[in-house]
């Protein structure tokens, strides 16, 4: 069986990096967008962390996982930005000077087959408009799984594993997290149920 998660060849990723990078104005600070792992692992200095709105995007298990959280015979499901609706996260606010290096990181983490797209989005920050840098599901991409019901996501959710552990683990890592944050997410609360069996019956369709 081919890989279905097809990683980027090293010159078209160097290139493509490059590119993003040459976007970063060092002058000033940026603010980077965080909707999953990042609210709790950023991976990168920052000089002020805050809760933030991201409105026209929501955070969804709309990514096919068949390395980290599943394999090509069972596939999980990960996290990505999608288009509709709003998301609750976290911003962080990064020094003009140090700007490039953290967004290198952030491509090296999260753009090895290109199923995510980097932009800059408009949230709301301590009631203020702020442009932050985020990433979003390549909707174009072989990953991209789509807008499944919760039936649906939880039942590959609750089956599949990979070299990261169960995928069972990672959604509720990802729910308990963001209880400990504050940060409401009902769908997601919602899949969590019927992966552990209380919510059997439940089969809308996921978004935040």
């Known amino acids: 069986m081919s890989d279905p998660d097809p990683i980027l060849d090293p010159e078209t990723r160097a290139e493509l990096r490059a590119a993003y990078l040459q976007t970063v104005d060092d ?8 909707y999953g792992s990042l609210m709790w692992n950023p991976g990168f200095d920052h000089l002020a962390c805050r809760p933030a709105t991201l409105f026209g995007w929501h955070r ?26 709003s998301c609750h996260g976290m911003a962080y606010r990064v020094r003009g000077d140090q700007a490039r290096a953290v967004l290198g990181y952030l491509w090296d983490r999260e753009m090895v087959t290109g199923v995510y797209q980097p932009r800059t989005l408009g949230a709301r920050v301590n009631g203020r408009a702020v442009h932050c840098r985020t990433f979003t599901a390549a909707r174009t991409h072989v990953q991209y799984a789509g807008r499944l019901s919760i039936a649906e996501t939880a039942a590959m959710i609750a089956t599949a594993e990979g070299v990261g552990g169960t995928n069972r683990s990672y959604l509720a890592n990802t729910v308990a997290h963001l209880d400990e944050l504050g940060i409401g ?18 089969a809308g369709t996921p978004g935040a």
């Open 185 to 202: 997410d009902g769908p997601l609360h919602a899949i969590l149920r019927v992966v552990e069996g209380n919510d059997a019956g439940q």
């Open 27 to 34: 002058r000033q600070d940026t603010w980077v967008f965080g």
């Open 60 to 85: 969804s298990f709309c990514i096919y996982s068949h390395h980290y959280r599943g394999t090509p015979e069972i596939p999980g499901l990960v996290l990505g930005l999608d288009r509709g609706g």
